[in-house]
């Protein structure tokens, strides 16, 4: 055994971060943490450092950066503040993968450093492959970084793909669980509250997520990273419902066979697969009984129900800026619906309406997809009051 | 392009023949036929020669060589007999894939002399890995035979394994559709009927693979050929129910993840691919429409409805000759319950009886066990009284 290896955990405080300790902690023998960082969880942040011994913390807000500093006074832990600190986390030199579980564009650069520098990157932050996707993947080819996917449905389409021919792949089947509004009639989606939204029928996720899933904005945003990541064109990527989450995604090719991923509900799956790859490690966990389940349903896309998907494929086809616009329009359009000022049904509005305030440009650096993000808020901010002044 | 792959074609006029011709006539640039062999029918294999032009026509019945040789006068086609006729079709030089497409044990002969003579056999005659399984695989090692299957569980589990490590495979399970009577209630089975035995739910296939689908006595050869084609144990194979035979097998590994092999129920697909192999060629017939079939039905096997596969397990624990018993003594079972001389729910009875009447010997050698085979035929024509007499 040459030793474990070791792990920079971004956003070690979200549910994917928690997770990923969950696994790292079951093979103490394969995987150490060397760096842990957070937005702002000031508590959970220092016992996960009493926990875990990493070498390095980063606290993305500043005032939280130092009670998290004050706390660890005298461990030897070095603690790191803002952005930049959340980066150099990624970049810690004993950080043999980079598990990317920030939530929002905020992981953008922390991934994309990592990438530049080579790392193997375990990627569950979909913002940076959907803002810039086309960016960090030319960057990976240069550098020879390998991103993994962490999200069920692109471990699933990876994991598919293993030891075949991408020219024989026909179509990429992304399964979506539709949420949890999926049998809510259509009249009283509008009326939903963000405590029902929270209350996902399979998935155990962040708020965030959550949401997006009810939306099924997240599967339009998978759609996205799913053209960067495996680099088939957008005709070639369809989506399924699939309430019981137990096939993630499928993989047809032009033969007229199908592989498909099936696991439980259990994000530790695609965890421990992204860190132990190529590799597999046993676990505790069961694959799922189909005798027991008795039957895998599968159905299409209302696109009355869920507008939010083809309005991801209208970006995606926009392509440029137009991405990081659309990413940045639901974060805040999200956050509005959890802090009560929109309903449930003005999300797809919002996001449209930024998108077409919005003059879609090259999108060719980094710089100028955050500017466009920052601009789409900006928008969206300008225009609030169309938005929150109606809503009861 | 190197010009088509010459292909050898044992049991051509059966059904997987046909469709394996079905298959090389879509790909004239890719496929051409070197060699036909078939049992016994005349005008299906003197048309398929006029059509397909094969140098070589093997007929393992002499008086129908006899008429096939009349018939081919003047064509320049060499006409050969018996089961020595079929082997050399197999060994034609000019066949780079050896389909072996021949019904029940008589296909062993074939298989052994291209498996030793170092051809890619691609494999639907289950008897050869059945009956010998152990010395089959072992000679394939020595000769670096390629061995292709093309059941379709079995070309699930071979493409659900390509790319990944075997040693990480936990399970594999085999998926049965349950055949003709999966749902008649038990105390009617023994009224049930060659022909209804015949309407299989979702495949085409020959009489005898349908009713052995319908006792399932298919699924247990198929965890006796899993067993040796891909090396796994028995205690890891298992079979499970699911009714509309899309999802074809399941490959679980140690981590809970699970790929599973979804087509069409044609065998056109497995045949093709184990032609292909291993590249993959586009066809008409479309992948499985998962949004339309609406939900994949799965559950546990009934060890009362479905005897056989315990017989199997236990011929495949007992090993040596057990297999070649078991498998011999369902082909006369068979045989009755088509002519009509038995109950379908005689047909466990009777293969149970020679695997009792047997005394299990080593079968180390191709002759050990094709004379254990003849000798579970004598056990049952010797007491054939015992079963027949009692059929009204």
Not at 158 to 176: E, K, P
Not at 212 to 233: H, P
Request: hydrophobic residues 50%; charged residues 20%.
């Amino acid at each position: 055994m040459a030793g474990a290896a070791g792990i920079a955990l971004l956003g070690s405080t979200g549910s994917i971060g928690l997770q990923a300790l969950d696994v790292i902690e079951a093979f103490p023998d394969r995987f150490r943490v060397v760096a842990l960082a957070c937005h702002a969880s000031v508590e959970a942040v220092v016992a996960q450092t009493r926990q875990y011994h990493p070498e390095l913390v980063g606290v993305a807000d500043a005032a939280a950066a130092e009670q998290v500093s004050r706390a660890l006074r005298g461990t030897g832990v070095e603690v790191v503040s803002g952005s930049e600190g959340v980066v150099r986390c990624g970049l810690h030199p004993a950080a043999e993968v980079v598990v990317a579980a920030v939530t929002g564009i905020a992981g953008l650069e922390a991934v994309w450093e990592a990438v530049k520098a080579g790392k193997r990157v375990a990627l569950a932050n979909k913002e940076p492959l959907v803002a810039a996707g086309h960016l960090v993947m030319a960057e990976a080819g240069r550098s020879g970084a390998q991103i993994v996917p962490v999200d069920s449905e692109h471990s699933a389409i990876f994991q598919s793909l293993l030891g075949h021919d991408r020219s024989a792949v026909a179509r990429v089947i992304l399964t979506a669980s539709g949420g949890a509004f999926r049998d809510v009639p259509l009249e009283e989606l509008e009326r939903v509250t963000p405590e029902q939204a929270l209350a996902h029928p399979t998935w155990k996720m962040g708020p965030k997520v959550t949401v997006d899933s009810a939306t099924l904005f997240n599967k339009g945003l998978e759609l996205i990273e799913a053209r960067w990541l495996f680099g088939f064109s957008p005709e070639q990527l369809d989506v399924v419902l699939h309430r019981e989450s137990i096939v993630h995604s499928l993989v047809e090719f032009v033969d007229g066979s199908v592989l498909a991923h099936l696991a439980e509900p259990d994000m530790r799956v695609p965890i421990q697969f992204a860190l132990s790859y190529p590799e597999r490690l046993p676990r505790a966990n069961p694959a799922p009984d189909l005798a027991r389940l008795g039957a895998l349903h599968f159905g299409p896309l209302s696109a009355e129900r869920w507008p939010c998907v083809r309005l991801a494929r209208e970006a995606l086809a926009a392509g440029g800026t137009a991405p990081a616009v659309l990413n940045a329009a639901d974060e805040v359009a999200v956050s509005w619906f959890l802090g009560g000022r929109i309903r449930f049904t003005d999300i797809p509005g919002i996001i449209e309406s930024a998108l077409a305030g919005h003059q879609v440009g090259a999108g060719d650096s980094i710089d100028g997809l955050l500017a466009a993000d920052a601009s789409a808020r900006e928008f969206l901010e300008r225009d609030q009051e169309k938005w929150t002044s109606s809503h009861a």
